[in-house]
């Protein structure tokens, strides 16, 4: 069955930088794109990032551009988000999320990680 | 960026109840709407993609219709499993956005 597992998260002081993993499983990795969806305490899901089955296609959030770099490495079934500058703002339940073939819809989802900005 | 509002932000119903959840976006998005179920300290669920196709596994009573700017999540009788946080999302255009959520709540 199609797993992610996320990791990396925890406290890190504001200006500074985290990477968090994505662990893929059950399914052809190399043929889907991937996301990072995050969520604040308490508050709805904001999308971060998309990197295409390849990695030659990446985009970001306007909230995080500049700061974040998505990768994958498909010979080990990962994803990773590199987040640099962190803000108390990021503060939020990071999950990455496998995408339909040919649309950007979410079929399978991470339990997620905290990441805490303080 | 493509907004999206849901109404309401919160629904108060009892079980075997007919719900409906409205959202609307804040330009054309023809069909490219997908509806996510989250349970407090889950991961969300795919209930609707394409408006109105049924993810596979998704009990018959979840349906979703619409096209363009205004789509509904309708749930024919609620369960107690369906007391939980809906949102919609678009996928028409980058970013992709989700509507702020509605808590559907036991009366």
């Known amino acids: 069955q199609v797993q992610l597992v996320e990791s990396g998260g925890g406290v890190v002081q504001p200006g500074r930088s985290l990477r968090l993993s994505c662990a893929a499983s059950g399914f052809t990795f190399s043929s889907y794109g991937i996301h990072w969806v995050r969520q604040a305490p308490g508050k709805g899901l904001e999308w971060v990032a998309v990197?295409?089955?390849?990695?030659?296609?990446?985009k970001y959030a306007d909230s995080v551009k500049g700061r974040t770099t998505i990768s994958r490495d498909n010979s080990k079934n990962m994803v990773y988000l590199e987040m640099n500058s962190l803000r108390a703002e990021d503060t939020a339940v990071y999950s990455c999320a496998k995408s339909d073939y040919s649309h950007y819809y979410f079929d399978y989802w991470g339990q997620g990680i905290l990441v805490t900005v303080s | 960026d493509i907004q999206m509002t849901q109404s309401p932000s919160t629904l108060s119903a009892s079980v075997g109840d007919r719900v409906t959840i409205s959202c609307r976006a804040s330009?054309?998005?023809?069909?490219?709407l997908a509806w996510y179920q989250q349970r407090p300290g889950k991961a969300p669920r795919l209930l609707i993609y394409?408006?109105?196709s049924l993810e596979s596994g998704v009990p018959s009573r979840f349906s979703g219709s619409g096209s363009g700017t205004e789509f509904t999540l309708t749930i024919s009788s609620l369960q107690p499993d369906d007391f939980a946080t809906y949102y919609c999302q678009q996928y028409n255009s980058y970013p992709v956005t989700f509507g702020q959520g509605t808590k559907l709540e036991i009366k």
């Open positions: 330009q054309s998005i023809s069909a490219w």
């Open positions: 394409k408006a109105s």
């Open positions: 990197i295409s089955y390849d990695g030659s296609g990446k």
